[in-house]
């Protein structure tokens, strides 16, 4: 047993022994030609990939010679415009949009469930609510809440409304929604308001502001020209005013169905601005998408609720509106570039870096897959263990593939 614990300390020690020394050989690349028709188309079909890559798509199409910013500072102005008759009433932006001038977000009604003269009082449970229905007194807790009902239970079992069945009585504004609301119609002349989105973005590393609005010197002629322009990607590509059924076109949703249940679009504003060029040519793109859960969800749509008080014989009133509409989320995204020496040193040196990628796979097939002889890899390695005491020429190996006999290595002929 010593013997052997002898013998692999003894082995251990003359494999440290032996990587430690060769840690400091040094190594040199050797060039050799070999005169291999396949592997030489492989090398330079290999080569032109890599030097297309970086030219096409490093330099042309992600521009890696320009100093880049992806982080600008944004505002965002909306309105919403347009007026609609709804049978005797006339509804203007007040009444419709939320909120009638606003930020990045804003919404519009385009249906309403409307629930008249709700007051605060006892009135019989929605039949739906888990554990509304009964049949005495006793199946009705008092003081008890349920959070998916709609009130405060009293602890009396009561008729529903006009029905033969009963639920448990509960104090909270009657009469319950369930129960009275009305449905009105949608609103289809929403299709041609408009959303005024104005957007200002800034490349503070640049000290670049840009709008998407075009600058006149004539506010004038200015204020005419946005009152009646809609904007055209390729007409009227700075014209801030946008049509909802242009947007929901351009989303693919049927505006009919959101006018049903509702949605949610974001605006994505997006500035790609390469300012090798004069600024004026850095010009905003629009693009438009649903964000909300899509129509075969249960939890699909937008809408909200709000109230309108006031007092009826005194009393507090309140009518109960239930709104379905599109919210608009506008997004901004900014890219700004602009040449930079740093860079472009950079994109050039791993550029040329990346072409020796090339000698290492084709030496890896010319060793793997080519070589069954061993020939290449006889000329490829030399261990040189002291200085040779006759000098030898400098020269290129040169290896012919015609065969796999040591003695077809003579016929290279030298540089």
Known sequence: ???????????????????????????????????????????????????TYFIWYVFISQKAYQESETRPESSVYTVMKGSAVHGD?????????????????????????????????????????????????????????????????????????????KTCEIQTWCPIEEYAVEREPALVEAINFTVFIRNSIHFPKFKVLRG????????????????????????????????????????????????RTGGVIGVFINWKCN???????????????????????????????????????????????????????VIVHGHAGKFSPIPTIISTVTAMTSVGICTIICDWIMLTFIDKNEVYSERKFDEVIQEPTVPIPTELSYINSFGSNHSDLSDGVPL
């Open 1 to 51: 047993m010593c013997g052997v614990c002898h013998k692999f300390i003894m082995g251990l020690r003359e494999f440290i022994k032996d990587y430690f020394l060769s840690f400091w050989d040094y190594e040199t690349p050797k060039v050799m030609v070999v005169k291999n028709r396949t592997l030489g188309v492989i090398y330079r079909g290999v080569q032109f990939l890599v030097i």
């Open 89 to 165: 009433q006339i509804l203007d932006t007040v009444e419709y949009a939320r909120p009638s001038e606003g930020g990045d977000v804003i919404s519009t009604i385009l249906r309403r469930e409307v629930t008249y003269d709700q007051m605060q009082g006892t009135c019989a449970e929605y039949f739906h609510v888990a554990n509304a229905n009964c049949t005495t007194d006793s199946d009705c807790v008092q003081g008890e809440v349920d959070f998916d009902g709609h009130g405060r239970r009293t602890g009396r079992c009561v008729q529903y409304y006009n029905h033969t069945f």
């Open 212 to 259: 998407n609005i075009k600058d006149a010197s004539n506010k004038r002629d200015m204020q005419k020209y946005l009152n009646k322009c809609h904007y055209d990607e390729e007409k009227e590509p700075y014209c801030p005013n946008f049509r909802l059924g242009y947007i929901a076109n351009r989303a693919r949703e049927n505006f009919s169905e959101l006018c």
């Open 275 to 329: 300012l090798d060029l004069d600024p004026s040519h850095c010009k905003p793109t629009y693009s438009f998408r649903r964000l909300d859960l899509r129509k075969d969800q249960a939890s699909s749509g937008y809408y909200y609720r709000f109230a309108k008080y006031y007092s009826k014989d005194g009393i507090e009133s309140r009518t109960l509106i239930k709104a379905y509409g599109i919210r608009l989320d």
